[in-house]
């Protein structure tokens, strides 16, 4: 038996949804620091200066000249944005960046994992190479809702570790859990028959 359990379409497209937000939420913080926002600063700055001349009052008409040749909203502009909300947002924006660049990193190295399994034994996703003769128990609590097992194993040194199996995120790991089951169950049989 060799299974070669690869990243799932499922798996793939919800973590490029997450890629799709961050990079999604860096643009949007870059647009409002480096466009959208000195817009307005500059759109309030001429509405406060046009109202200051009026002496209060605002010509409605005037505003409205001014702003539509200059591509603004003829609305009340509101309070001017400061260069600290600037900043903010630029920083947001780059942290978002940062994020985007280390989870694509991350998404591109993780979609080029395989699990391997042959007839003595399978990885784990951390590499860890589990023989199926030293699997003691498997974990299905979590199976059917999310496609998630533990088989419970004893390693070379006799320390007992958990190894996930994955079919959520792995496609055919499955196999790899039925052998698990198959081997446990055999061990079953041939211990009842040693004490009879």
């Known amino acids: 038996m060799k ?24 643009a949007w913080f870059y647009y409002d620091g480096f466009v959208a926002w000195p817009k307005k600063i500059e759109a309030a700055n001429a509405y406060k200066e046009l109202k200051e001349k009026a002496g209060g009052e605002i010509n409605a008409t005037e505003w409205a000249s001014i702003a539509e040749r200059n591509g603004w909203d003829t609305s009340d502009p509101g309070e001017p944005k400061t260069e600290e909300d600037l900043a903010t947002q630029k920083y947001i924006g780059t942290f978002f960046v940062v994020v985007s660049v280390l989870y694509l990193i991350w998404f591109v190295r993780q979609c ?8 003595e034994s399978f990885a784990d996703p951390s590499g860890a190479l589990v023989r199926y003769d030293r699997v003691v128990a498997v974990d299905k609590r979590k199976w059917d809702n999310k496609g998630i097992a533990y088989a419970i194993y004893e390693d070379e040194k006799g320390i007992m570790r958990k190894a996930i199996i994955d ?21 079953e049989v041939s211990t009842k028959e040693e004490s009879v």
Do not use: P, Q
């Open 112 to 119: 080029k994992r395989v699990i391997h399994a042959d007839d």
């Open 3 to 26: 299974v070669e359990a690869k990243i799932t379409r499922t798996w793939r497209d919800r973590m490029f949804l997450i890629l799709i937000f961050t990079v999604g939420s860096a």
């Open 167 to 187: 079919d959520y995120k792995y496609g055919g790991s499955e196999v790899i859990l039925n052998e698990c089951e198959a081997r446990l169950a055999a061990k």
